[in-house]
């Protein structure tokens, strides 16, 4: 993904002051500064203190199983309410750690 386009997600999808934790692929080059964020660089480590990637990494490798494992095929426009049946899904996980649940902003 070019980083223009990581930039303008960012802006529309990321409330100012949260933290991002990011890997160092080169889209993330142009993070826009008002976001605090820290890199993980996993050609040297997954975790960086508080900083790793491997939460969202495991929700979209679920993801990619569910569709695999459910849907034939799925139509580009109905994306979205795939990700949000897979965001309930992984956030009713039975699992002690909650505070690892993803939201998704209301359409």
Known sequence: MKAATLAEG????????????IDTAA????VPPQFVHEQVDH????VAGRCHTNSLEN?????KRGLKGTCVSI??????????????RF???KDTTR?????????
Not at 99 to 107: I, T
């Open 27 to 30: 889209g993330y080059n142009r």
């Open 59 to 63: 929700f979209w490798t679920l993801f």
């Open 10 to 21: 960012i802006h529309k999808h990321v409330a100012p002051g949260a933290m991002l934790y």
């Open 99 to 107: 505070w690892l649940n993803f939201s998704v902003p209301a359409a």
């Open 91 to 93: 956030n009713e996980r």
């Open 43 to 46: 050609a040297r480590q997954y």
């Open 75 to 88: 139509d580009a426009p109905h994306l979205g309410r795939y990700v949000e049946e897979q965001v309930f």
